[in-house]
C-alpha cells in the first residue's frame, strides 16, 4: 500500500521561501511508473495542481507559478521535495502531495500553510 | 484552458445528480478526464479516471461519460446517499503534460 506524508514549516514569512518535503512509503520512488506530484487548496477554494517530477527527475510546472517553483526528487530516502519562492498571502494553503498512475491516488493528509508575518 | 463546473447542486436521496465539466479551449475527447470526490477535512479521491472507469471501491452508482458536441464531461452519481454529500472535482490535461482541476461543485443531500 503506497502512502505519502507532507512534513515542512507551517508558517512562512512574506517574500521569503515556502519549503515542504514528501515522504513515500510503500513504493520506491526509483522504480518508475508514478509522476509525482505538488497540488494546494486555498481556505475554501479549489484544487490548484502546482507540478510534477518523475524518478528520472524530468519535471512540469503550473504556467502560473512556474517562475516560482522547484520541484526535487531524492531518490535514497524516497522523498520529493516543493520550494516556493517570494510568497504571498495568496500562497495560504493546504499542500498536498499525491502520485499519479492514471489518476491522482494516493495523496497525503495535507498540511496547512500560512503566509504571514 | 479552464474546466468549468457548477458552483453546487442539490437533490433528495434517492435522486439522481449529474455535474457537468465544460473545457474551455481544446476538444474534450483529446484527453482523459477525471472526477474525485473531497469530503471536508480529507483529501479528495478519485470517483472516476479515464472519462468512465471506477476504481475498485467506488459503488457503480457513479458513472462518467464525455460528450464532444458540448465539450463537456459529466459525473452522474445515481441513488443518491446522504455520504454522497460532498466536493466534487473534474481534472484533465494540457499537452498531457500540464494537469487542470476543474472550479469544483458541491454536492448537497437534501
Known amino acids: 500500500q503506497v502512502q505519502l506524508q507532507e512534513s515542512g514549516s507551517g508558517v512562512v514569512k512574506p517574500s521569503q521561501s515556502l519549503s515542504l518535503t514528501c515522504t513515500v512509503s510503500g513504493v520506491s520512488i526509483a522504480s518508475g511508473g508514478y509522476s509525482w506530484n505538488w497540488i494546494r487548496q486555498p481556505p475554501g477554494k479549489g484544487l490548484e495542481w502546482i507540478g510534477y517530477?518523475?524518478?528520472?527527475?524530468?519535471?512540469s510546472y503550473n504556467p502560473s507559478l512556474e517562475s516560482r517553483v522547484i520541484i526535487s526528487v531524492d531518490k535514497s530516502k524516497n522523498q520529493f521535495s516543493l520550494k516556493l519562492n517570494s510568497v504571498t498571502a495568496a500562497d495560504t494553503a493546504v499542500y498536498y502531495c499525491a502520485g499519479w498512475f492514471g489518476h491522482f491516488d494516493p495523496w497525503g493528509q495535507g498540511t496547512l500553510v500560512t503566509v504571514s508575518s | 484552458f479552464m474546466l468549468t463546473q457548477p458552483h453546487s447542486v442539490s437533490e433528495s436521496p434517492g435522486g439522481t445528480v449529474t455535474i457537468s465539466c465544460t473545457r474551455s479551449s481544446g476538444s474534450i475527447a483529446s484527453n482523459f478526464v477525471q472526477w474525485y470526490q473531497q469530503r471536508p477535512g480529507s483529501a479528495p479521491t478519485t470517483m472516476i479516471y479515464?472519462?468512465?472507469?471506477?476504481p475498485s471501491g467506488v459503488p457503480d452508482r457513479f458513472s462518467g461519460s464525455v460528450d464532444s458536441s458540448s465539450n463537456s464531461a459529466s459525473l452522474t452519481i445515481s441513488g443518491l446517499k446522504t455520504e454522497d454529500e460532498a466536493d466534487y472535482y473534474c481534472?484533465?490535461?494540457?499537452?498531457?503534460?500540464?494537469?487542470?482541476f476543474g472550479s469544483g461543485t458541491k454536492v448537497t443531500v437534501l
Open positions: 517530477i518523475y524518478h528520472t527527475g524530468t519535471t
Open positions: 479515464e472519462n468512465n472507469q471506477r
Open positions: 481534472q484533465s490535461f494540457h499537452s498531457n503534460t500540464i494537469y487542470v
